[in-house]
């Protein structure tokens, strides 16, 4: 059971939008940055989004994250099939005193 | 260019112990926080120890405190996982993290490509 809670699965058709959501509490997302990750089979985890809404150097605008109270999204635009992955919220958490990460969220590109 | 490279990992008994190493380059590695995160098989991302630069403000995830110890040679570059008391539930890749210049725990910005630890009789 993760602290972070996130759809296990969400998907949308090529071009289309799509947002996942991720839900915490006062002790983590309510009061501290939440990042997001991307994962394809195999690989290593990809920084896609950091401090809530802010994108590394190299990542496209199509992704974007919002935080509002204690949840948050991730929003992706004019998906593409190589959008499909797993996608992870993470933050620290001030009472468990250690960083949480959602179940994450498979994304079909359909 | 970063590179983080991790080894160590292997076949171990339940309840017997392993060492895992990290070797860094491409980055100031006394600079940085670093952090190790694990997956499961199948499963999601689960974090398991970070530490800063001077390997001070030391933190664990809940299910490895007290059996497993993160630290860090600055003069090899090197992160290190000493894991003990192991147990089935601690099979998984592990992850080297190096964490973005925020020093926000959260926020990993190079990854390894990790290295597998099965615990099994």
């Known amino acids: 059971q993760s602290v972070l809670t996130q759809p296990p699965s969400v998907s949308a058709a090529p071009g289309q939008r799509v947002t996942i959501s991720c839900s915490g509490s006062s002790s983590n997302i309510g009061t501290y940055y939440v990042s997001w990750y991307q994962q394809f089979p195999g690989t290593a985890p990809k920084l896609l989004i950091h401090e809530n809404d802010k994108r590394p150097a190299g990542i496209p605008d199509r992704f974007s994250g919002s935080k509002s109270g204690t949840s948050a999204t991730l929003g992706i635009t004019g998906l593409q099939t190589g959008d499909e992955a797993d996608y992870y919220c993470?933050?620290?958490?001030?009472?468990?005193?250690?960083?949480?990460f959602g179940g994450g969220s498979k994304l079909t590109v359909l | 260019e970063v590179q983080l490279v991790e080894s160590g990992g292997g076949l171990v008994q339940p309840g017997g112990s392993l060492r895992l190493s990290c070797a860094a380059s491409g980055f100031t590695f006394s600079s940085y926080v670093m952090s190790w995160v694990r997956q499961a098989p199948g499963k999601g991302l689960e974090w398991v120890s970070g530490l800063g630069g001077s390997g001070e403000n030391i933190y664990y995830g809940d299910s490895v405190r007290g059996r497993f110890t993160i630290s860090r040679d600055n003069s090899k570059n090197t992160l290190y996982l000493h894991m003990s008391s192991l147990g089935a539930e601690d099979t998984a890749l592990y992850y080297c993290?190096?964490?973005?210049?925020?020093?926000?725990?959260?926020?990993?910005?190079?990854w390894g490509q990790g290295t597998l630890v099965i615990v099994s009789s």
């Open positions: 993470g933050t620290w958490d001030g009472s468990l005193r250690s960083v949480v």
């Open positions: 993290a190096k964490i973005a210049s925020s020093g926000h725990y959260e926020v990993a910005d190079y």
